[in-house]
């Protein structure tokens, strides 16, 4: 069985003048309300598998915060920028084709409206809109991630976090 686990970044700060939207910071409360959701997570799931981040700081500073609520060292975190610049269904595919079938669990961390899309075409349920820190678990009956497609996914759970506080 194959699964991804889709986290939307926290609440970060709004954009200024001084710094771009990719480099915004999680607001303090992003970073407690991150923290109840990696423990949330870790009721539910023992091992998240490999992580893979956005680079854009928010995403970053939320997948570390999950990281180290799981004891995952910081350098093992997989960055990468096409979850911020180029993040589709069609991406996503690649992505998965990239990975050794050894791997059974991905947690990508990053945005929306993607991240609400994709999460919808995946399952069979459908996907309400992710909220900030939400986290959709998506499984799959297949032994390899090529065999992961459109609609073929079952949603196990979709946490949000005024639902978790």
């Known amino acids: 069985m194959k699964k991804i686990i889709l986290v939307r970044h926290g609440r970060a700060e709004d954009q200024g003048y001084e710094f771009s939207d990719f480099q915004r910071s999680l607001t303090p409360k992003g970073k407690s309300i991150s923290a109840l959701m990696a423990n949330k997570l870790k ?34 975190l997989v960055l990468d920028s096409n979850l911020y610049y180029h993040m ?14 050894d791997i059974n669990t991905i947690t990508l961390f990053g945005h929306n409206p993607s991240f609400t899309h994709i999460a919808g075409e995946l399952s ?3 996907c309400d809109m ?19 497609k459109e609609g073929s996914g079952k949603m196990e759970y979709f946490l949000k976090p005024e639902k978790s506080l």
Do not use: C, Q
């Open 88 to 101: 589709d269904l069609r991406y996503l595919r690649k992505l998965l084709l990239k990975l050794g079938d």
């Open 130 to 148: 992710m909220p900030k820190t939400g986290i959709a678990g998506i499984s799959f009956k297949a032994e390899k991630w090529v065999d992961v």
């Open 43 to 76: 009721e539910i799931e023992k091992n998240p598998g490999l992580l893979i981040t956005s680079p854009a700081f928010r995403a970053l500073e939320t997948a570390l915060i999950f990281a180290e609520g799981f004891g995952i060292r910081a350098e093992d």
């Open 124 to 126: 069979r349920e459908g």
